[in-house]
């Protein structure tokens, strides 16, 4: 009977430690060590807002939200200065906050599936961005400060409003790959050739009647 009791105590001594712990903590507890990068998936929660306790989760490279029902990220986001990748993607994201400027180690960005209608200029600051999916929003162009990303590899800009190729698009001279299905082109300008690294081009499902000769000259010098 007394060794009984003193396990009953022991759990709720156990039980007492663990309602103290703070929310970040709990939270933490689903983080895990991937290749030496701290990874946190928070997807398929059901979540409306992003728990408050997770802006103290500074140590992250990873976290991914998607699939979630989130309208709005705070500006808080920018407390996560170590992300590498962020994955916003199937949520109800209208907009995206300056803050998210402020990634500077930022590399992978989806937000795919969402409901913006336009991009930030800030994001322009996450310069070693080089994979970017922006799919199936509602966007019609992109700000012009995207220049500044020209790390990026990766761009995916289909199922949206756009008419022609954004102007920044064409000094991200690093793109190897370039979606763009989907959308209202009505042509693609000869600076297409600006683009040397290009590989793949998706341009279905627009109006485009002709394609640039330009787009013969997209072979990389060797």
């Keep these: ?11 709720e001594d156990k039980r007492q430690s663990g309602d103290n712990l703070s929310s970040a903590n709990r939270i933490r507890s689903f983080a895990v060590t991937q290749r030496g990068f701290n990874v946190l998936s928070l997807a398929r929660r059901g979540l409306k807002t992003v728990p408050e306790e997770l802006w103290e989760l500074t140590e992250l490279d990873k ?10 990220l705070p500006p808080q986001l920018s407390s996560l200065c170590n992300l590498v990748v962020l994955n916003l993607w199937g949520n109800q994201l209208s907009s995206l906050p300056a803050e998210i400027g402020l990634l500077k180690r930022l590399r992978v960005l989806f937000v795919y599936r969402n409901r913006l209608t336009e991009i930030p200029e800030e994001l322009g600051n996450c310069t070693q961005l080089e994979v ?6 509602q966007l ?10 020209t790390s990026l590899k990766k761009l995916n800009l289909s199922h949206n409003l756009i008419t022609h190729i954004p102007g920044c698009v064409y000094h991200m001279k690093a793109l190897v790959f ?14 297409i050739q600006t683009l040397v690294e290009l590989k793949i081009l998706i341009v279905e499902g627009n109006s485009l009647h002709t394609l640039p000769k330009a787009l013969c000259c997209l072979t990389r010098p060797h």
């Design 1 to 11: 009977m007394g060794g009984s009791s003193c396990k009953e105590e022991k759990k």
């Design 178 to 191: 370039l979606h763009l299905a989907c959308n209202r082109l009505e042509n693609i300008a000869e600076n």
């Design 140 to 149: 019609s162009s992109l700000p012009d400060s995207l220049c500044s990303l």
């Design 132 to 137: 970017l999916s922006l799919a199936n929003n």
């Design 63 to 72: 976290l991914n939200v998607s699939l979630n029902h989130l309208k709005v």
